[in-house]
């Protein structure tokens, strides 16, 4: 799958440095690497540089903060971290491409998943749609993960700069030794005086990114989810969805033993066929760890044993025992049909004799999809269902028995 998501390959240049990136479109700041990124490397001089050895990014996307910073001296052990599994693969490829080995890149909501402490340097290009109690959380969290003569070094969108120095003063004990801002970004430098909670504050677990309890009330199905900022369908049901839900009911009666359900946002699709068919096992595969993380806490909220639920952070799909009876499969837009369709060929190899998947998008992607799947040596289409610009599409295994 790697290769379907790349866009081509950028040349970065910093003090006396020059880099390669392989990027995605899919990945924040794909033409150039973005000027803040830029802005916050240029203001690190005004640290002690020369005594990190042991740097955290967070949000690393495909690495130019990190990955700089572990060329700019190669006695560093550099950590980078990222919700997002394509993030996460991007950068591993980035960091190997610039033969860069003092480097660890693993997938983590905020510094949940950081094994480690006692960084020297922590580093971060906010992201400015995260929302605002998780924003806090990353300007504030560093703490348990700083040394004692540690500092954090961020850059953020000039529209939340209000929010961070608000943070930031709340913190009795926290110093400011730099700011500079331009038209859209401002950068902070800041550390602390007196020791701290060694504690951290887990992201998922306290309830910084739920939003909404929503209710599902749609024909036979009646449950309820809590959302989370940052993923869709946060306070209603989307048309893809609803269609989803409709060819779930028509599906025939009988025994799911493997439910894989890829993409699962919120969690609406993997709870109404749990509810609807309570699979003996529940596969989840997403880029997105937050979604996973979401829809495994909604299925648990309504009753679906732990055990049940299997997740997998990535971009392919992970190595199974057992074929899927069952696979739901809300599309991403974004990607476009050459992933989708990529994709679903992988999927249906690992669809069992007489399973189905179910897919979902606008029209236009899911009428591309659906041209190419009749040419699919595994997959015929079989069931459309369309509502105001989307479609839902069942498929069925050429297998069958």
Not at 24 to 52: I, K
Not at 384 to 401: D, E, M, N, P, V
Request: net charge neutral.
């Amino acid at each position: 799958m790697q290769e379907n998501y790349f866009k081509k390959t950028l040349t970065f240049k910093h003090d006396d440095q020059t880099l390669q990136f392989r990027v995605s479109q899919e990945l924040f700041s794909s033409h150039e690497v973005d000027a803040g990124t830029r802005f916050l490397l240029r203001t690190l001089d005004r640290l002690p540089m020369a005594d990190v050895r042991r740097v955290l990014d967070v949000g690393c996307g495909y690495g130019p903060l990190g990955l700089t910073l572990a060329r700019l001296d190669k006695r560093r052990t550099v950590h980078l971290v990222d919700r997002d599994a394509l993030a996460v693969d991007f950068a591993q490829q980035n960091a190997a491409l610039n033969n860069l080995h003092n480097v660890s890149v693993y997938g983590s909501l905020g510094y949940d998943a950081v094994p480690e402490r006692d960084f020297d340097l922590i580093v971060s290009n906010v992201p400015g749609k995260a929302g605002e109690e998780v924003i806090a959380h990353l300007v504030r969290g560093v703490r348990p993960f700083l040394t004692p003569t540690g500092h954090a070094a961020i850059v953020v969108v000039t529209p939340l700069v209000p929010l961070v120095e608000q943070t930031l003063a709340a913190m009795a004990d926290c110093v400011v030794t730099f700011k500079e801002s331009t038209a859209n970004h401002a950068v902070f430098h800041y550390h602390f005086t007196a020791p701290g909670d060694d504690t951290p504050q887990p992201a998922f677990a306290s309830g910084l990114f739920w939003r909404d309890t929503v209710a599902i009330d749609y024909k036979k199905l009646k449950f309820g989810v809590q959302t989370a900022v940052g993923l869709p369908e946060f306070d209603t049901l989307g048309f893809a969805t609803r269609l989803l839900f409709n060819l779930l009911n028509d599906l025939p009666e009988g025994p799911v033993e493997q439910l894989w359900v890829v993409n699962p946002g919120q969690g609406h699709t993997a709870v109404a066929a749990w509810l609807s068919l309570h699979p003996q096992q529940i596969t989840l595969v997403d880029r997105d760890l937050l979604a996973l993380q979401t829809t495994t806490y909604n299925l648990q909220q309504n009753g679906c044993p732990v055990e049940r639920i299997h997740s997998h952070h990535q971009i392919g799909l992970p190595p199974l025992a057992a074929p899927a009876n069952l696979i739901l499969h809300p599309l991403r837009d974004s990607e476009g049909p050459k992933l989708a369709i990529a994709r679903l060929n992988l999927l249906a190899e690992q669809l069992a004799p007489n399973g189905t998947i179910l897919i979902a998008a606008n029209s236009h992607l899911i009428s591309q999809v659906e041209q190419q799947m009749k040419k699919s040596k595994h997959l015929k289409p079989h069931k459309r269902k369309k509502r105001k610009g989307f479609s839902a599409l069942s498929a069925l295994s050429i297998l069958q028995k």
